[in-house]
C-alpha cells in the first residue's frame, strides 16, 4: 500500500542520506572532511610551516623535507641527512544549514500528503497538505502550505581545536639518489553538531528546541507542530607512514616517487528523528454517523520517523605521490606532481523505525468509538530495527595533479604559484532530489612568495612569507556553500646552516591553523 510505501521510502531517504553525507570530501589546505554534514579538517597539502606561509604553493620547490608530500623530486636538493618535526595547532568554528534537516520536512510533508492512508491508519479523516487539505490549521489557524521548506530552516554548528605532532621525517642522500621516511598526520578530530534555528527565523514560524530527555537539540514547525531533531558526533584520525626516492635524470631534471600506508580511524553517528509527523492529535476521526467524533491527545499515541547511522572501523590503503622537478636555471623552476587518493571501505550499522500507535488509548474506548477494532494502530512501537552490518561505506580520497612554477627575481626574493585539479567528481553523491548538486573536478590556485633577509652573516638568515590559496564549493549540497579563502603569513630562521625554525599560520573564515616546523641538518 502506499502509506507503508512511502513512509518506507521516508526512512531510506534519511539513511541514505546519511550514507551520502558519510562519505569523505576534501578541501584543500587545510582539507575538510564532511562526515554527517560536519566540517573535519584534513590537511593533505604539504606539511610543512614553511609551504604553509607561502600559501601553499611549494610544488616548484620542495627543498626540504615536506618534499615526500610536496613533491617527492625536490628531495634530490637535499645534501645533507635531517631530522624534521612538525607541530600543528587548529581551529574550526563554522555553521552551515542543515541539508539534512530540509529533507526530513520534505518527507514529513509527503507522509501528510498521502491520501491513501487505509493501511496504516484506516480511518484517519482528510490530511493536513495535499490537494483536499483545509486552507487553515485546525488548531493554530495558521496557512498551511506544506512542502515549503525555506532556505536555512535550520543549521548545524561546530566548534573544535587540537594540537599535535603533525609530521616527522628522516632524509638520508646518497652520492646518486636520496632516501626518505616520514610520518604524516592529517587529521586528528573529535567534534559534535547540533542543530540550531537561525536567529532570523525564530519568530517566523520556526522555534529552537533545546536538548531533553537524551535527544539533541531540534527545530520546531510551529505551523505543522512537528519536531526535527539531529546530531553528528564524530571521532577521526588519519596518519599516513611513507617511504620516498628521488634521483636526478639530468643535471636540471629530477623524478622522485612516495610510497605511503595510509590508516584511517573513523568513529561517526548520525542521527535524526522526526516526531509528530503525522499529526495525529490534530485530526478529528469520525466513525460513523451514531458514533461521536474522537480526537486523541498528545500522551495518547506515538508518531515517531527515527534513523541513526554509525560508521565505525579502521581501514588501511596504499597510495603514492609522482613527482618531476625542473631547474632551468638559478631564476627559473618547474614542478608536476600526481597524488594519488586512497579508498576505503568502513563498517556502518543502522536501526530506524517509523512508528504511529495508538496504544495510550483504553481499549474500552476504541471498541466503542470503532468499527472494526483490529483495523486500529495499537500494537505498541516495537524497539528499532538494528541492521549489524550494511554495505561498507566507501570513503574516498580524491586525486590531485598539480604543477607550479617558481621565479627568483634575486637572490633573496622567491615567488611561485600553484594550479592543482583535484577530482572531486569522484565523491559525486547519489542524487536526492532538491537538495543535492553535481560534484565537478575543480582548479585550485595557490600563490605565495618569501623574502629573506640576512642576520649578522649568510648563515643566520630570516626569512618572510605570505601566500592565498582559493577553496572552491565541492559539498554537493545546494544549500551549503563550502567556498573560503585562506590568507597565509609565516616566517622562518635558520642558524649556522644546521638548525631551522619556522612558524606560519592561515586564516580563513571557518578556520585557523598555526605550524611550527624544526630541522636539525648533520
Not at 521510502?9 to 578541501?27: D, H, K
Not at 486552507?135 to 502550505?145: E, I, K, R, S
Request: hydrophobic letters at 40%; aromatic letters at 10%.
Amino acid at each position: 500500500p502506499r502509506r507503508i510505501t512511502l513512509l518506507s521510502l521516508a526512512v531510506v531517504l534519511l539513511l541514505s542520506t546519511s550514507a551520502i553525507e558519510a562519505q569523505i570530501r576534501f578541501e584543500r589546505f587545510p582539507r575538510a572532511l564532511e562526515l554527517g554534514k560536519l566540517p573535519i579538517q584534513f590537511s593533505l597539502a604539504p606539511p610543512g610551516a614553511r609551504s604553509l606561509g607561502m600559501g601553499g604553493a611549494f610544488i616548484a620547490i620542495a627543498d626540504d623535507a615536506t618534499a615526500s608530500e610536496a613533491n617527492p623530486a625536490g628531495l634530490t636538493i637535499l645534501t645533507k641527512p635531517e631530522f624534521s618535526f612538525h607541530l600543528r595547532d587548529f581551529s574550526f568554528d563554522g555553521t552551515i544549514d542543515d541539508p539534512k534537516a530540509a529533507i526530513a520536512f520534505r518527507v514529513a510533508n509527503e507522509v501528510r500528503a498521502d491520501e491513501s492512508s487505509t493501511t496504516r491508519i484506516p480511518l484517519r479523516p482528510v490530511p493536513l497538505c495535499g490537494p483536499n487539505a483545509p486552507a487553515t490549521h485546525p488548531v493554530t489557524g495558521a496557512a498551511l502550505t506544506c512542502g515549503v521548506v525555506p532556505p536555512g530552516s535550520s543549521q548545524r554548528q561546530s566548534t573544535d581545536s587540537s594540537s599535535d605532532l603533525s609530521f616527522a621525517s628522516y632524509v638520508k642522500p646518497f652520492p646518486k639518489w636520496v632516501f626518505s621516511v616520514y610520518y604524516n598526520r592529517f587529521a586528528n578530530f573529535t567534534a559534535t553538531s547540533d542543530i540550531l534555528l537561525p536567529a532570523g527565523l525564530q519568530a517566523s514560524g520556526f522555534t529552537q528546541l533545546p536538548a531533553r530527555n537524551g535527544l539533541p537539540s531540534g527545530v520546531r514547525d510551529d505551523v505543522l507542530l512537528d519536531e526535527y531533531r539531529g546530531s553528528t558526533t564524530t571521532e577521526i584520525l588519519a596518519e599516513s607512514f611513507g617511504a620516498s626516492g628521488a634521483f636526478k635524470i639530468t643535471d636540471r631534471l629530477a623524478f622522485g616517487v612516495s610510497v605511503r600506508v595510509t590508516s584511517l580511524d573513523v568513529n561517526n553517528t548520525d542521527f535524526f528523528q522526526i516526531e509528530d509527523f503525522s499529526d495525529l492529535e490534530l485530526d478529528t476521526f469520525q466513525f460513523g454517523e451514531s458514533l461521536p467524533p474522537f480526537r486523541p491527545t498528545r500522551d495518547q499515541f506515538t508518531d515517531i520517523l527515527l534513523s541513526e547511522r554509525r560508521v565505525v572501523g579502521e581501514e588501511s590503503d596504499i597510495t603514492y605521490n609522482l613527482g618531476l622537478l625542473w631547474n632551468a636555471n638559478q631564476r627559473v623552476s618547474a614542478g608536476l606532481v600526481l597524488k594519488k587518493g586512497g579508498e576505503f571501505d568502513v563498517p556502518t550499522e543502522s536501526r530506524f523505525f517509523d512508528c504511529i500507535s495508538f496504544e495510550g488509548i483504553p481499549a474500552d474506548t476504541i471498541e466503542r468509538i470503532v468499527l472494526d477494532p483490529s483495523q486500529f494502530p495499537t500494537t505498541p512501537c516495537s524497539a528499532p530495527t538494528t541492521l549489524a552490518r550494511d554495505t561498507p561505506e566507501r570513503i574516498v580520497i580524491p586525486d590531485l595533479l598539480g604543477a607550479g612554477i617558481a621565479l627568483r627575481p634575486n637572490d633573496r626574493l622567491t615567488l611561485a604559484v600553484d594550479v592543482n585539479l583535484i577530482t572531486y567528481s569522484d565523491l559525486d553523491p547519489s542524487p536526492i532530489r532538491d537538495v543535492t548538486e553535481p560534484i565537478d573536478d575543480e582548479l585550485e590556485v595557490h600563490v605565495g612568495g618569501e623574502y629573506v633577509f640576512l642576520a649578522g652573516n649568510a648563515r643566520n638568515p630570516v626569512t618572510i612569507r605570505a601566500g592565498y590559496f582559493n577553496e572552491p564549493d565541492h559539498d554537493g549540497f545546494r544549500n551549503v556553500d563550502s567556498a573560503d579563502d585562506h590568507f597565509t603569513v609565516g616566517t622562518g630562521m635558520a642558524f649556522q646552516n644546521r638548525y631551522q625554525f619556522d612558524v606560519a599560520a592561515s586564516f580563513s573564515d571557518r578556520q585557523d591553523v598555526v605550524l611550527f616546523s624544526f630541522v636539525y641538518r648533520q
